[in-house]
């Protein structure tokens, strides 16, 4: 399962393997960083991490509406009124 493709746009999928990667080695620097106890970068590489994350985040609910409205063009397109509507506008 390549769950960049299962949660995000084609068009957004180089974004967000781009933001995977920066949160995935952030969280691991902010790791090592506690370790070292070098707090203060801990924090930037955490912040940073947080970033990314909003950032897949709004990247995923991007799709979810996408999603949503296909769904909602298709229940219309199935409906009745709609035919009637499209043959009414010479589509």
């Known amino acids: 399962m390549d769950l960049i493709k299962e949660h995000f746009l084609p068009q957004d999928e180089r974004e967000a393997t781009a933001e995977m990667m920066c949160a995935t080695y952030c969280l691991d620097q902010a790791r090592y960083a506690v ?13 940073n991490a947080t970033r990314s994350i909003r950032e897949l985040a709004r990247l995923n609910e991007k799709k979810k509406t996408h999603e949503k409205l296909e769904k909602m063009i298709s229940e219309l397109a199935k409906s009745s009124g709609f035919e009637a509507y499209r043959k009414e506008l010479g589509l």
């Open 35 to 47: 370790l070292r106890e070098d707090y203060k970068k801990a924090l930037a590489y955490f912040e």
